[in-house]
């Protein structure tokens, strides 16, 4: 559901805009998960929350990567995948560590840290740009 969206709103303002909105819903849905423990809704949200978010960055950072060279997409893609897929079990070999000593509140502080980054870190990419841009 979210992919058409975030690749047309990827291709009218940039793939940074949407990669910050999807790191910020992933902050948001973490969130939920800590503030609303044991709540099936606030899962349930979250969840909803947390898929649309990974799903419109996944498809931003495609775009980009895809821009690189149209030559190499399967190559591309090859490469993105495989560090989605490293990151992704190191992500979560560090959730499992901070759940074990922290318990939930502890996971859903980690998740929340690790987009916050993620999302400072797509942020200032845009500042370069438009900087670069207006030079």
Same mark, same amino acid.
Request: aromatic share 8%; glycine share 12%; charged share 10%.
């Given at each position: 559901?979210? %992919?058409? !969206?975030?690749g047309?709103?990827a291709d009218?303002?940039g793939?940074a805009v949407? #990669?910050?909105?999807g790191? $910020?819903? @992933?902050v948001?849905?973490? %969130? #939920?998960?800590?503030l609303f423990? =044991?709540s099936?809704?606030?899962?349930? #949200? $979250? @969840? /909803? @929350? /947390? *898929?649309?978010a990974v799903?419109a960055s996944?498809?931003?950072?495609q775009?980009?990567i895809f821009?690189? *060279?149209?030559?190499a997409?399967?190559r591309?893609? &090859?490469i993105?995948m495989? &560090?989605? !897929? /490293?990151? $992704?079990a +190191?992500?979560a070999?560090v959730?499992? /560590?901070a759940? %074990? +000593?922290f =318990?939930w &509140?502890?996971?859903?502080?980690?998740?929340?840290?690790?987009a %916050? !980054?993620a999302?400072?870190?797509?942020?200032?990419?845009?500042? *370069?740009? @438009?900087?670069?841009?207006s030079r």
């Amino acid at each position: 559901m979210a %992919a058409p !969206i975030a690749g047309a709103l990827a291709d009218k303002r940039g793939p940074a805009v949407v #990669i910050s909105i999807g790191a $910020g819903l @992933v902050v948001v849905a973490f %969130a #939920i998960f800590g503030l609303f423990q =044991g709540s099936l809704a606030a899962i349930v #949200i $979250g @969840v /909803l @929350v /947390l *898929d649309l978010a990974v799903q419109a960055s996944q498809v931003a950072n495609q775009a980009r990567i895809f821009a690189l *060279d149209p030559a190499a997409r399967s190559r591309l893609n &090859t490469i993105f995948m495989g &560090t989605m !897929i /490293l990151g $992704g079990a +190191c992500g979560a070999g560090v959730a499992g /560590l901070a759940y %074990a +000593c922290f =318990g939930w &509140t502890g996971a859903c502080i980690f998740g929340a840290t690790a987009a %916050a !980054i993620a999302l400072v870190m797509s942020r200032a990419e845009a500042r *370069d740009k @438009v900087s670069k841009w207006s030079r």
